[in-house]
């Protein structure tokens, strides 16, 4: 089988580094990728919203298999593309139809889903720049902290929570007539925040049945005591020590099902994954939001605990015979510690030169993953905010961070950057 996977992070290096281990692999090729992505398959200068120049790619190549690693081309529609051309007719595409994407691309919509299924969900109200004012008097009747988040896609960075209330309602505005976030912000949900701990439950589907993977928990916040900015992820672990089996038999019944269950019910086009964000609040599961392709750096650490051959189980899943997978899935703690350029998520300088990775190999225990770098003049460089990804497995979290630092240390660049606290919050 010839697969194209598009996106050139962590997602993509992880997914065709665990896709390269199988028999049925033929070709890969990683759309536009990155230097780890080049160890273990081909590289192709794509641009990933130019769904023209994928199609021919997919022709020459004899592409069996397109893997949609990020949520902009699934937003923009990919999927549609290629499924109203007969010539693609036999082509398997792991991600959901545009408007399966709208869980992800448009938070009111996923709001109003959830609503509609039974979902459990913080409550809300969502606003446009027409009604500015009256966003600001819901915002008088909430509780602080405010949180606020732009509707459409902003890197994961479309969320405020602000303690105070002038506050929130100048952010408000700033968001709905500046255009902070952009045409993101062009419409704000506010909800209710929600005091607990955060994980994520990753879902592979074919949208009637489903396979509930590894759980994980990212660290968003580029500070260490979850202080500073919303990232786009410093860390994860997999499993969640406070998810035991009782609370995930919780979210199997009262998250996953009805949310799968609606994709059928709406006649939903959906093959892939989804990614639910949640809160443990108390002992109760609530949906923060959706997400409808696999997180980073959580996919790092939930991938390579999945033992089953993943070729053959996304193409099973593309076939509609996903009930027919039993998964398997190592009992290992997973941990990645992500390490990043100096000044992300703001602005930052890429071509640093990255050293020491010529003496660390990937084993059974440790995975270097690579998000923004590339290959220049025989040499590694930075490429990107997020830089590379230290996955370490054991049989406790604990020691896998232990794993994962020790080799953070290794590796170097200028302005390296990565969070010590790791893992503090769950002793």
């Not at 019910?265 to 939001?289: A, H, Q």
């Not at 941990?335 to 190999?361: A, C, D, H, Q, R």
């Given at each position: 089988?010839?697969?194209?996977?598009?996106?050139?992070?962590?997602?993509?290096?992880?997914?065709?580094?665990?896709?390269?281990?199988?028999?049925?692999?033929?070709?890969?090729?990683?759309?536009?990728?990155?230097?780890?992505?080049?160890?273990?398959?081909?590289?192709?200068?794509?641009?990933?919203?130019?769904?023209?120049?994928?199609?021919?790619?997919?022709?020459?190549?004899?592409?069996?298999?397109?893997?949609?690693?990020?949520?902009?081309?699934?937003?923009?529609?990919?999927?549609?593309?290629?499924?109203?051309?007969?010539?693609?007719?036999?082509?398997?595409?792991?991600?959901?139809?545009?408007?399966?994407?709208?869980?992800?691309?448009?938070?009111?919509?996923?709001?109003?889903?959830?609503?509609?299924?039974?979902?459990?969900?913080?409550?809300?109200?969502?606003?446009?720049?027409?009604?500015?004012?009256?966003?600001?008097?819901?915002?008088?009747?909430?509780?602080?902290?405010?949180?606020?988040?732009?509707?459409?896609?902003?890197?994961?960075?479309?969320?405020?929570?602000?303690?105070?209330?002038?506050?929130?309602?100048?952010?408000?505005?700033?968001?709905?007539?500046?255009n902070k976030f952009g045409k993101a912000s062009e419409k704000v949900v506010i909800e209710e925040f929600l005091k607990g701990i955060e994980l994520s439950v990753f879902v592979l589907t074919d949208g009637k049945h489903?396979?509930?993977?590894?759980?994980?928990?990212?660290?968003?916040?580029?500070?260490?005591?979850?202080?500073?900015?919303?990232?786009?992820?410093?860390?994860?672990?997999?499993?969640?020590?406070?998810?035991?089996?009782?609370?995930?038999?919780?979210?199997?019944?009262?998250?996953?099902?009805?949310?799968?269950?609606?994709?059928?019910?709406?006649?939903?086009?959906?093959?892939?994954?989804?990614?639910?964000?949640?809160?443990?609040?108390?002992?109760?599961?609530?949906?923060?939001?959706?997400?409808?392709?696999?997180?980073?750096?959580?996919?790092?650490?939930?991938?390579?605990?999945?033992?089953?051959?993943?070729?053959?189980?996304?193409?099973?899943?593309?076939?509609?015979?996903i009930s027919e997978i039993e998964l398997e899935i190592d009992p290992k703690y997973a941990s990645t510690v992500m390490l990043v350029s100096g000044g992300y998520p703001e602005s930052y300088e890429k071509g640093k030169?990255?050293?020491?990775?010529?003496?660390?190999?990937?084993?059974?225990?440790?995975?270097?993953?690579?998000?923004?770098?590339?290959?220049?003049?025989?040499?590694?460089?930075?490429?990107?905010?997020?830089?590379?990804?230290?996955?370490?497995?054991?049989?406790?979290?604990?020691?896998?961070?232990?794993?994962?630092?020790?080799?953070?240390?290794?590796?170097?660049?200028?302005?390296?950057?990565?969070?010590?606290?790791?893992?503090?919050?769950?002793?």
């Amino acid at each position: 089988m010839n697969v194209l996977i598009l996106g050139s992070g962590g997602r993509e290096h992880t997914l065709a580094y665990k896709i390269a281990q199988s028999p049925s692999c033929k070709s890969l090729y990683v759309a536009p990728g990155n230097a780890g992505t080049a160890q273990c398959s081909i590289n192709l200068e794509l641009d990933i919203l130019n769904f023209q120049e994928i199609a021919l790619a997919v022709k020459k190549h004899q592409i069996d298999m397109l893997i949609v690693g990020p949520e902009a081309p699934l937003v923009e529609g990919i999927k549609d593309y290629f499924d109203d051309r007969s010539e693609f007719s036999n082509l398997k595409i792991v991600g959901p139809s545009k408007y399966g994407a709208l869980l992800e691309g448009s938070k009111k919509r996923a709001k109003e889903f959830m609503k509609a299924h039974n979902v459990p969900t913080a409550a809300y109200q969502s606003f446009d720049k027409d009604s500015l004012e009256a966003g600001k008097v819901f915002l008088t009747t909430m509780q602080p902290p405010y949180v606020l988040k732009a509707d459409g896609l902003a890197g994961g960075k479309g969320v405020l929570i602000l303690n105070s209330l002038k506050e929130a309602q100048d952010e408000l505005e700033n968001m709905l007539t500046n255009n902070k976030f952009g045409k993101a912000s062009e419409k704000v949900v506010i909800e209710e925040f929600l005091k607990g701990i955060e994980l994520s439950v990753f879902v592979l589907t074919d949208g009637k049945h489903y396979l509930t993977l590894p759980n994980a928990k990212d660290y968003k916040r580029i500070g260490e005591g979850d202080t500073g900015l919303n990232t786009g992820g410093m860390g994860a672990i997999s499993p969640v020590p406070f998810a035991d089996e009782a609370f995930m038999k919780k979210v199997d019944e009262e998250v996953v099902k009805p949310s799968i269950d609606g994709l059928y019910k709406e006649n939903i086009n959906y093959i892939g994954f989804l990614f639910i964000g949640l809160m443990k609040v108390g002992d109760k599961p609530f949906v923060v939001e959706y997400n409808v392709r696999l997180g980073d750096p959580e996919t790092e650490v939930v991938i390579p605990r999945i033992k089953n051959d993943l070729l053959d189980l996304l193409s099973k899943t593309c076939e509609g015979s996903i009930s027919e997978i039993e998964l398997e899935i190592d009992p290992k703690y997973a941990s990645t510690v992500m390490l990043v350029s100096g000044g992300y998520p703001e602005s930052y300088e890429k071509g640093k030169v990255i050293t020491g990775l010529e003496n660390i190999k990937n084993t059974d225990d440790l995975f270097i993953c690579h998000a923004g770098t590339k290959n220049k003049n025989d040499q590694v460089i930075t490429n990107g905010g997020r830089v590379l990804a230290v996955t370490a497995f054991d049989d406790n979290f604990h020691d896998a961070l232990q794993t994962a630092y020790k080799n953070v240390e290794n590796i170097n660049f200028d302005k390296k950057y990565f969070r010590r606290d790791l893992g503090q919050d769950l002793v």
